[in-house]
């Protein structure tokens, strides 16, 4: 695990932005479906306030900076917040600093997980199918594809849908999507 390169995630991922989204202050996302395209979104938290990115385009939907970025002032002990722009109907939960979490797993086999074997520089390992880490090749079943050097992991998983993976860390969001792009 340690000699593992990082590599870009196998087909049909691609990601959505060259490298990463800055988000200075990240302190959590979420996901939630746009209302108009079903496109997956993901709803990023931050010391700033809330943005929502289109997971498939990578565009920045809708930002809100005047929202409370601290969960122990909202009144909901379940993680969620307000959503802005298009879904401003509906509360996102999110996954981040303060506690919560994203789906690990997809229907159809993919697997996320967080491995740390030079701690506190956590990896992020993707596999498909019973390919684990210990079982094949790196790059044949598993691929090394996020690596934290330089910030805090803060959430990695999928989207409900399953058709985007998410890496969340305190200063950027990273994503890959296999929904086909528009």
Do not use: K, Q
């Not at 989204?21 to 209302?35: C, K, Q, R, S």
Request: hydrophobic share 40%; proline share 10%; net charge negative.
């Amino acid at each position: 695990m340690l000699a593992a390169p990082v590599v870009p995630a196998p087909e049909p991922w691609r990601p959505v932005f060259e490298g990463c989204a800055p988000v200075g202050g990240l302190l959590g996302i979420g996901f939630a479906t746009h209302p108009e395209n079903g496109h997956d979104l993901v709803m990023v938290v931050s010391h700033d306030g809330h943005g929502l990115l289109d997971a498939v385009t990578g565009e920045r939907i809708a930002r809100d900076r005047d929202a409370d970025p601290y969960p122990e002032r909202d009144a909901r002990a379940d993680l969620s917040y307000p959503g802005p722009g298009p879904i401003a109907d509906r509360r996102v939960h999110i996954a981040g600093l303060f506690g919560g979490g994203l789906h690990t797993g997809t229907d159809d086999g993919w697997v996320v997980e967080v491995v740390s074997p030079d701690w506190p520089h956590d990896r992020v390992v993707l596999s498909s199918g019973s390919a684990m880490p210990h079982r094949a090749p790196h790059g044949e079943g598993w691929w090394h594809v996020f690596h934290s050097y330089h910030s805090e992991l803060r959430a990695v998983g999928f989207s409900p849908s399953g058709r985007t993976l998410a890496v969340a860390t305190s200063s950027d969001v990273t994503l890959w999507t296999r929904a086909p792009a528009d």
